[in-house]
Antibody, heavy 120, light 110 residues
Framework: EVQLVESGGGLVQPGGSLRLSCAASGFTFSSYWMSWVRQAPGKGLEWVANIKQDGTETYYVDSVTGRFTISRDNAKNSLYLQMNSLRAEDTAVYYC?????????????WGQGTLVTVSS | QTVVTQEPSFSVSPGGTVTLTCGLSSGSVSTNYYPSWYQQTPGQAPRTLIYSTNTRSSGVPDRFSGSILGNKAALTITGAQADDESDYYCVLYMGSGIVVFGGGTKLTVL
């Protein structure tokens, strides 16, 4: 059974940093693209970042480029999102998702999410 | 900046049929955007319904179907049930690793 379990969320002050993790199990992690998707309170879903199987390609939504870094450790079956220079508008539930790519791109499995709150 | 458009809300009667659409602020949606659709109920993670325009994800009932209607992607629910009351999101793949979510449609079954 595919499982994605996020952790690392919490309360952080504006300008601060946080690192999210996603533990994957039930599939060959190194064979899949992975993504982070977020949802601000009461708002819709927003794609944040993608990473290729071997980590050689990464892509970001414009609003986080230069502040967030997606990475992975295939030996640990783990996905990460390093978030720096956090802003109030980054407050959201962050979901880890497995993706099917090339040539299409869609999300086939989702974690339950971890809440990040940016507030003083 | 690319904006993916969806109806903010829609209502359908139990047993009825409803079609939700997914468009572009500029241009037409085609199969080349590999539209996908996701269902989300409050407090829950999204669930994948449709990918690559019209392929149902594993376990999704066949009352859900995807298509291209005119210049938009479409999700049709035939024989709507009470537990179909959810938020529905489309995603378009823009190429070069970039995906964009639509704003979502809140579907009410009443």
């Amino acid at each position: 059974e595919v499982q994605l379990v996020e952790s690392g969320g919490g309360l952080v002050q504006p300008g601060g940093s946080l690192r999210l993790s996603c533990a994957a199990s039930g599939f060959t992690f190194s064979s899949y693209w992975m993504s982070w998707v977020r949802q601000a309170p009461g708002k819709g879903l927003e794609w944040v970042a993608n990473i290729k199987q071997d980590g050689t390609e990464t892509y970001y939504v414009d609003s986080v480029t230069g502040r967030f870094t997606i990475s992975r450790d295939n030996a640990k079956n783990s996905l990460y999102l390093q978030m720096n220079s956090l802003r109030a508008e980054d407050t959201a539930v962050y979901y880890c998702a497995r993706a099917i790519a090339a040539p299409r791109y869609y999300f086939d499995y989702w974690g339950q999410g971890t809440l990040v709150t940016v507030s003083s | 900046q690319t904006v993916v458009t969806q109806e903010p809300s829609f209502s359908v009667s139990p047993g009825g049929t409803v079609t939700l659409t997914c468009g572009l602020s500029s241009g037409s949606v085609s199969t080349n955007y590999y539209p996908s659709w996701y269902q989300q109920t409050p407090g829950q993670a999204p669930r994948t319904l449709i990918y690559s325009t019209n392929t149902r994800s594993s376990g999704v009932p066949d009352r859900f179907s995807g298509s291209i209607l005119g210049n938009k992607a479409a999700l049709t629910i035939t024989g709507a049930q009470a537990d179909d009351e959810s938020d529905y999101y489309c995603v378009l793949y823009m190429g070069s690793g970039i995906v964009v979510f639509g704003g979502g449609t809140k579907l009410t079954v009443l």
